[in-house]
C-alpha cells in the first residue's frame, strides 16, 4: 500500500506546486490520477519516486509511506530498490544505447541472473514487435515502440508498484488502447499496483478500480471508478461530455464544487 | 622506408599512450559533462608515486599495482570532496574546479619531489625484437600491448557490463538513469577512478619510454585534449583513433619536417590537423551527433 498524507511540494525553495495532497494506493490495484495540465500529477509521482531532487524539487510536508515505511527523504535510487519504479512522461528512453541495453537498465537493481533472462522474454512476450529491434538503437524507434520498451524497463525491475506517467502521450487511439490492454494485463498477471496518471481520462478509467481528480495541486475528487464516470462535472470536462451542450450553469457549478473542495 | 616505419611506429606507440589518457578523459566528460582540466596531473601523479615505490624497493609489478590503488583511491576522494558538493552547480564551474585542482595537484607533486628528472631504472632489457625489418624496443612493445589490452578492455567494459552500460546511461540522462535505481554518484566516483587509474598507468609508461620522469610530464597528459577533440568528445573509439593520429602525426612531422624547418613543427602539427578536421567534422571524427528521427 503506497499513501500520500498531506504533502506539499516546493520546487526552488518558493514554487509551491502541491498543496497537501492526500492519495492512497491499496496493492494490487490500478489507480488513475487525473487533471488537467499543470495539475500536478507528474509532481506528484516524482515526490513518490524520489527524482524531485534532479529538478530542484522538495516534499516540504506530510508524509509518504510504502508498506508502513516513510519514502519521503529517500534518495530515488532507494526507493527503486524498495519497489517502486517511475515510468516518465515522454517514455524517456536512453536514446543511444540499444533496445536490449535499455532493457537491461530497467533490471540494474537486480542480480538474479536466471530472473533477469526470464523477465526479459516475459517482456518480449508482452511486447512482441520489441524482439525483431533488440539490436536497433532506441532513439530509432517510433513513440509506441519506445513506450513499450519503456514500460519493458519497467518490468524488469520486478517492482511491486509502477508509476506510469501518461503512456497515452503521442499514440494513436489504437495503440493506446494495445497499451492500457496490456497495462491491465501486467497489473493482473504479474499484481504489480499501478498508479497511472493521465490526461486520457476514458482509457484510464477504463482499467483502473479507483479515480482521483487533481487540480492546482490538490484532490478535489475521488471514488470508484464507476461513482467518478458518472459523476457530472467529470462527464462534462473529462469524459468529453455528455453530447449535451456546454452551459454556463454546468461551468459555474463546477467552479462552486471546486470551490468547495478545495 | 626504415626511417618511416621507425617513425610511425613510434607515433603509434606514444600514441597508444596518448589514447589511454584520453579514455580517462572522455569517461569523465561522458558520465558528467565535464572537462577534467586536472587529467595531465594524474598522469605525473602516477608517474611519481609509482617511481617513489620503486625506488624504495618495491618490484616494479607490485609498484604498478600499488599506484593503480592508489589512483582508485585518489579518484574516490576527489569525487566525494571536490566534485560531490558542486553537483547542481553549472558544468562551467565544475570544470574551473578541475583547473584549480590541476595546480593544487601540480604543486603537491613539485614540493614533494622537486622539479629534477627522476629517472626510472631500466625495466626492460635494451635488447631490440625485430619485428620484420624494423627493430623494436621492448620497452616499446610492451607499453604497446599493455596500452592495446587497457584500451580493448575498456572498450568491451562500457559495450556489456552492466555498469559501464550504467555509465553511458547516465551520460544521456541522469534523471532517468536514477530512475532504473542507478546511482549517479556511484557512477561519477566510478568514472573519476577509471580516469585517474588509466592517467597514472599512462604516466608510467610514458616515463618507462622516456627514461623517467619529471614535470613536463604533465604537458604530455594535457594532449589528450586535442585527441578528444579530434576524437569527439564523447567518444572511446574516438580517443583511440585520435590518439594514434595525434602519436603518428606528431612523429612523422617530428622526423621529417622539423629537420627542414628547424624545429617545433613537431608540436605543432597535429594543432594544424585538428583545426582542419574540425572545419570539416565539427563534432570531432567520431562525435555524438543527436539522434533526430524524421
Ligand atoms: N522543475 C520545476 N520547477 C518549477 N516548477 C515546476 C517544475 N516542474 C513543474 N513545475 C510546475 O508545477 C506545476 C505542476 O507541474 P506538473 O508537471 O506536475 O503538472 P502535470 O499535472 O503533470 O501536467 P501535464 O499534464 O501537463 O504533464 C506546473 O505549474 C509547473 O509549471
Ligand atoms: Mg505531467
Not at chain 1, 510504502?66 to 524498495?82: N, P, S
Not at chain 1, 462535472?233 to 470551490?259: M, Q
Not at chain 2, 585534449?225 to 568528445?233: D, E, H, N, S, T
Request: aromatic share 8%.
Amino acid at each position: 500500500m503506497l499513501r500520500l498524507k498531506n504533502i506539499e511540494v516546493i520546487y526552488d525553495d518558493v514554487i509551491l506546486v502541491l498543496k497537501g495532497l492526500s492519495l492512497e494506493v491499496p496493492s494490487g490495484r490500478i489507480v488513475a490520477l487525473l487533471g488537467p495540465n499543470g495539475a500536478g500529477k507528474s509532481t506528484t509521482l516524482k515526490a513518490i519516486s524520489g527524482l524531485l531532487a534532479t529538478e530542484e524539487g522538495e516534499v516540504t510536508d506530510g508524509a509518504i509511506e510504502f508498506d508502513g515505511q516513510r519514502i519521503e527523504k529517500l534518495r530515488a535510487e532507494q526507493i527503486v530498490r524498495l519497489g517502486i519504479f517511475q515510468v516518465m512522461e515522454g517514455r524517456r528512453v536512453f536514446e543511444d544505447l540499444t533496445v536490449d541495453d535499455n532493457i537491461t537498465m530497467g533490471g540494474y537493481i537486480r542480480s538474479d541472473r536466471a530472473g533477469l533472462r526470464r523477465d526479459r522474454d516475459l517482456c518480449f512476450d508482452y511486447f512482441p514487435q520489441l524482439k525483431n529491434l533488440r539490436g536497433k538503437l532506441a532513439g530509432y524507434l517510433s513513440g509506441g515502440e519506445q513506450q513499450m520498451l519503456a514500460i519493458s524497463r519497467a518490468l524488469m525491475a520486478r517492482p511491486r508498484c509502477i508509476l506510469l506517467d501518461e503512456p497515452s502521450l503521442g499514440l494513436s487511439p489504437k495503440l493506446v488502447q494495445e497499451i492500457f490492454g496490456i497495462i491491465r494485463k501486467i497489473n493482473e498477471q504479474e499484481k504489480t499496483t499501478i498508479l497511472l496518471v493521465e490526461q486520457n481520462a476514458n482509457q484510464a478509467l477504463a482499467i483502473a478500480h479507483f479515480a482521483y481528480l487533481m487540480e492546482g495541486g490538490r484532490v478535489v475528487l475521488e471514488g470508484e471508478t464507476d461513482k467518478v464516470k458518472a459523476n457530472e462535472d467529470v462527464k462534462e470536462f473529462y469524459l468529453g461530455g455528455t453530447g449535451g451542450k456546454r452551459d454556463y450553469k454546468a461551468v459555474k457549478s463546477y467552479r462552486r464544487r471546486k470551490r468547495w473542495l478545495s | 622506408m626504415e626511417f618511416f616505419f621507425q617513425l610511425a611506429l613510434n607515433g603509434v606507440v606514444v600514441g597508444s599512450i596518448y589514447a589511454l589518457v584520453a579514455l580517462g578523459f572522455v569517461i569523465i566528460y561522458k558520465s558528467s559533462g565535464v572537462l577534467n582540466f586536472a587529467q595531465g596531473e594524474f598522469l605525473l601523479l602516477g608517474g611519481y608515486v609509482f617511481w617513489a615505490l620503486v625506488e624504495n624497493h618495491a618490484p616494479w609489478p607490485y609498484a604498478a599495482a600499488l599506484t593503480i590503488l592508489f589512483s582508485i583511491v585518489l579518484g574516490l576522494a576527489l569525487e566525494r570532496l571536490i566534485l560531490r558538493p558542486m553537483i547542481g552547480e553549472p558544468i562551467i564551474s565544475v570544470i574551473m574546479v578541475t583547473l584549480g585542482l590541476s595546480s593544487v595537484l601540480r604543486a603537491i607533486v613539485l614540493g614533494i619531489w622537486g622539479t629534477d628528472t627522476r629517472p626510472y631504472p631500466e625495466l626492460f632489457s635494451s635488447q631490440p625484437i625485430m619485428v620484420g625489418p624494423v627493430p623494436i624496443s621492448q620497452g616499446y612493445l610492451f607499453s604497446m600491448v599493455i596500452s592495446a589490452a587497457l584500451l580493448l578492455a575498456f572498450t568491451l567494459f562500457f559495450r556489456y557490463s552492466r555498469v559501464g552500460i550504467a555509465m553511458r546511461a547516465t551520460a544521456f540522462s541522469q534523471e532517468v538513469a536514477q530512475s532504473m535505481g542507478i546511482s549517479v554518484r556511484s557512477i561519477f566516483a566510478i568514472s573519476w577512478s577509471i580516469a585517474a587509474v588509466v592517467s597514472a598507468l599512462g604516466g608510467i609508461l610514458l616515463g618507462a619510454l622516456r627514461g623517467g620522469v619529471d614535470g613536463s610530464l604533465s604537458v604530455l597528459g594535457l594532449k589528450a585534449l586535442p585527441v578528444v577533440i579530434l576524437g569527439g568528445l564523447d567518444s572511446i573509439a574516438g580517443a583511440i583513433v585520435g590518439g594514434l593520429v595525434i602519436g603518428i602525426l606528431e612523429n612523422l612531422s617530428g622526423g621529417y619536417l622539423d629537420p627542414l624547418m628547424g624545429g617545433g613543427v613537431k608540436e605543432v602539427a597535429p594543432f594544424v590537423v585538428l583545426v582542419l578536421i574540425l572545419m570539416v567534422k565539427p563534432y570531432g571524427l567520431f562525435g555524438k551527433i543527436k539522434i533526430e528521427r524524421v
